[in-house]
């Protein structure tokens, strides 16, 4: 059963129920967390001969709310009762739309991280020409020490070789450059730490890269990861409006949108990350997904199938014997040592 | 006269060559600096009756040299000498599209920091739908603390506002999110500090506000700046690629993309910032223009008469007095105390 948090998200509750009916009319089976009456209106005649079971809550966490905050006074809220269904283990998985820093926080508050695991992150994949990229951290972990950024490179390749038929996946430290001598403090740490592990580390990348499809993790803080993301989005909103007004300009041009209406709904379909089902909190003990606040019901439907397909093949235990395999490369050399190199 | 590193670029020197020519038929004199066998061969044949003159140089500075390095060890790049043009006061300015890092190093080494400036950074106009907005820093300064933070933004101002129309800018500070409790410690320090300060602070902003048009001057470190652009870039050449292939697979979308040939015109033409003129480096005493190593003939045309017209209206003395006027607030308080709110 997938404990769904039906109160969070720009397109809550209403969107979240859509997505999370049309899961258990794929075999998924429900529990929704949130304002029972609310909830009831917005179920299809239906539901009761779908597996979707209901649990009501007062309380909700807005997309605004300060995370530690909200944790600490709302735990009634929709949020806190769906990821405590996972602990209590009434649910294999948790899924969100809502507010991501709170989900990161009652993940590792309620479930608890994987042992050796410094801080849970957020993976998302980004769309490329031929191939996705796996980005880690795209979730709240700002100010990363370069062992953070190491992990969340091992936790990467755990989910990219575990979900897709990538064996050893190319792992790229996203930097503002591709020297070696390129990058932050801490990103130059990692990349030291990173050159000296088994894993399959191909140096420091550039946004070109992952266009280009010649990386397949991408390592980079919360932060960084955020804005990555949100430039991404803002790009392609970017194109999409000046596209609109200037067709809007001439007849010949709008003729011409109708003639390509297929290479634009294709460049929608291949832009489109949320098409690929959500994005895994790693590093904490439960399964948990999350999803951008404004995903669409479809969205939402193949992220909480993607979260029922993380349980059921034990995706932390996995990632978590991958991390203590690895255990003597966490921190190969003590953190406050400076390197040489990077002066 | 505008001394021109023409040896730098991925384009070089060819590109900056026909960029500097074209400068100089607009009326603005050029100093060429780089291999004279090599310029003289791509200069056109009334080159002597243009105001451009030739200064002959023995290396080069690659795109991939480490710049301290490079500035210790090739004392006679076209680049250096250039430079040295401008402190010697034979040129009024110096442009470049070589290595960014290496115009930085090498624009504090010889040519000073403006008075009370920590470190000089580089700004450029993104696109957005309706206005630009002018980011800084997009150079090499990675790991900036709040107060650095805080004098590109004094800098941003006095940039916009001494060369646009736009009287008091609107401020804002890139971060993961609009919300105050959002960003890494610097950012959140640097919110502090804007908040407190007599500039038009609007708050944090993420992409969005960039493409819509509703911040003037984006405040980020370099390392988040570089990242950011090469995104945004990285995301117009994924939406081409994309839309050539899915365009190919049928003539009707082939005849499509003909009838729309105006609107793709016009989106190239708008989301395309180099258009604007170059990417100036503020916190040095003498004006320094720089370019993207790829640029057009056109656009280095573009930056090097922008660089006159910076040169013409002193904006490094402006600056400075600014940054002189608003000297009480540069360090406000002690940095090296915590902020209660900021955890």
Request: hydrophobic fraction near 40%.
């Amino acid at each position: 059963m997938i404990a769904v948090d039906a109160m969070g998200g720009d397109r809550a509750p209403y969107a979240i129920v859509e997505g999370a009916v049309a899961a258990a009319r794929k075999g998924v089976p429900i529990l929704l967390c949130g304002n029972e009456e609310k909830l009831r209106a917005l179920l299809p005649s239906d539901w009761q001969s779908l597996s979707v079971m209901l649990k009501h809550t007062e309380h909700e966490i807005s997309m605004d709310d300060e995370p530690v905050k909200a944790i600490r006074s709302k735990k009634n809220a929709a949020l806190m009762r769906a990821m405590q269904a996972v602990v209590q283990g009434e649910a294999s998985a948790f899924f969100s739309a809502g507010n991501s820093g709170a989900v990161l926080v009652a993940g590792v508050v309620l479930s608890g991280r994987v042992p050796g695991i410094h801080r849970p992150a957020v993976g998302a994949f980004l769309p490329g020409q031929h191939s996705s990229s796996f980005c880690i951290d795209v979730g709240g972990n700002v100010d990363c020490k370069a062992s953070y950024l190491y992990q969340f490179a091992l936790m990467g390749h755990a989910y990219v070789s575990l979900t897709t038929s990538i064996e050893n996946p190319r792992i790229g430290l996203l930097s503002n450059g591709h020297e070696a001598y390129k990058g932050s403090r801490e990103v130059k740490k990692a990349y030291e730490k990173l050159s000296r592990s088994s894993l399959n580390f191909i140096g420091n990348i550039e946004a070109r890269d992952m266009s280009e499809g010649t990386v397949d993790v991408v390592v980079c803080d919360g932060f960084v990861g955020n804005i990555t993301l949100k430039v991404a989005e803002g790009t392609f909103d970017f194109v999409r409006q000046v596209l609109k007004e200037e067709i809007e300009k001439s007849w010949v041009a709008k003729l011409g949108y109708l003639l390509m209406k297929g290479p634009f709904k294709a460049l929608k379909e291949r832009g489109d990350y949320t098409e690929i089902g959500g994005a895994p909190l790693l590093g904490v003990q439960g399964t948990v997904v999350i999803c951008h606040g404004s995903s669409k019901p479809y969205s939402i439907r193949n992220a909480i199938r993607h979260a029922d397909n993380c349980a059921s093949m034990k995706l932390n235990d996995k990632i978590s014997s991958l991390v203590l395999e690895n255990q003597n490369l966490l921190l190969p050399r003590n953190e406050s040592t400076p390197l040489a190199a990077t002066g």
